[in-house]
Nanobody, 120 residues
Framework: QVQLVEPGGGLVQPGGPLRLSCAASGSIFSIGVMGWYRQALGKQRELVTSITNAGTTNYADSVKGRFTISRDNAKNTVYLQMNSLKPEDTDVYYC??????????????WGQGTQVTVSS
């Protein structure tokens, strides 16, 4: 069994920073792509950013230049540094990881979600 735990989140003022983290644990053989998604109530979950195990990153246009994803492969952890936050960044943020528990296969796992609220 694999679990993704993401503490953090909270209330931040517009223009402020916030850092999220997500640690994977359990029967992990290897982890491929890790990423962050966000979802507002009544809307589809959307990709914010992703990172391969080699460090190649991808960002949604709405967060380019403001958000930075990174990972620590030794700790099976992915981070999201969010700067210059805007009210429209308010959402529930979910981490995602493609995890292999054996030599073959692999499937996506999700964190429990953490609320980020940007408001004065």
């Amino acid at each position: 069994q694999v679990q993704l735990v993401e503490p953090g989140g909270g209330l931040v003022q517009p223009g402020g920073p916030l850092r999220l983290s997500c640690a994977a644990s359990g029967s992990i053989f290897s982890i491929g792509v890790m990423g962050w998604y966000r979802q507002a109530l009544g809307k589809q979950r959307e990709l914010v950013t992703s990172i391969t195990n080699a460090g190649t990153t991808n960002y949604a246009d709405s967060v380019k230049g403001r958000f930075t994803i990174s990972r620590d492969n030794a700790k099976n952890t992915v981070y999201l540094q969010m700067n210059s936050l805007k009210p429209e960044d308010t959402d529930v943020y979910y981490c995602n990881a493609n995890v292999r528990t054996g030599l073959v296969g692999g499937r996506d796992y999700w964190g429990q979600g953490t609320q980020v609220t940007v408001s004065s």
